[in-house]
T-cell receptor, first 112, second 114 residues
């Protein structure tokens, strides 16, 4: 099955700085890569996703890049704000199971 | 519109008892997923339904776990003879169609086995 590794496990940045979270995956056939944000005690919510036919996607301060050859993808948050503080999970669609395999999460803390 | 709902929000049970967790997906969503999130951990896939059928049950951790979905809508996850290691938040998600599309999560059921 799919194996997803996510780094770093914790990340602390100053407000206004950029944050980058990286994930690697094992199944070269995987074709869908979403990122979820989970605030404390809340449900995960999709913030951005990318499909395998695209190398980069942006939505305001958030961007995701995908390198299919190297089997890794990254989340980039620019101009971070305190409300960006949360746990971020990457995920990969397992084409066999048709379900998401999640990374272990990154706790992002934005210091005001 | 209404999102994914789950009940109960919290469940405390004694070791050895059976529990049933319920998920109401977004109306019209054909795909439904169950995940488990242990404290401070990522999400672990349990089972996936397309309509009423579950093509993949391989994520269920043991034969004490079972799930069903009726009428292409509501799903129940049943855990028999609960163990302390079953304590976790059980999350349900639905999507318009299976495969590479956004999954919308419910608020979860926090299960505590004492």
């Amino acid at each position: 099955g799919e194996n997803v590794e996510q780094h770093p496990s914790t990340l602390s940045v100053q407000e206004g700085d950029s944050a980058v979270i990286k994930c690697t995956y094992s199944d070269s056939a995987s074709n869908y890569f979403p990122w979820y944000k989970q605030e404390l005690g809340k449900r995960p919510q999709l913030i951005i996703d990318i499909r395998s036919n695209v190398g980069e996607k942006k939505d305001q301060r958030i961007a995701v890049t995908l390198n299919k050859t190297a089997k890794h993808f990254s989340l980039h948050i620019t101009e971070t704000q305190p409300e960006d503080s949360a746990v971020y999970f990457c995920a990969v669609m397992d084409t066999g199971r048709r379900a998401l395999t999640f990374g272990s999460g990154t706790r992002l803390q934005v210091q005001p | 519109g209404a999102g994914v709902s789950q009940s109960p929000s919290n469940k405390v049970t004694e070791k050895g008892k059976d529990v049933e967790l319920r998920c109401d997906p977004i109306s019209g969503h054909t795909a439904l997923y169950w995940y488990r999130q242990s404290l401070g951990q990522g999400l672990e896939f349990l089972i996936y339904f397309q309509g009423n059928s579950a093509p993949d049950k391989s994520g269920l951790p043991s034969d004490r776990f079972s799930a069903e979905r009726t009428g292409g809508s509501v799903s129940t996850l049943t855990i028999q003879r609960t163990q302390q290691e079953d304590s976790a938040v059980y999350l349900c998600a639905s999507s318009l169609a299976g495969g590479p599309s956004e999954q919308y999560f419910g608020p979860g059921t926090r299960l505590t086995v004492t």
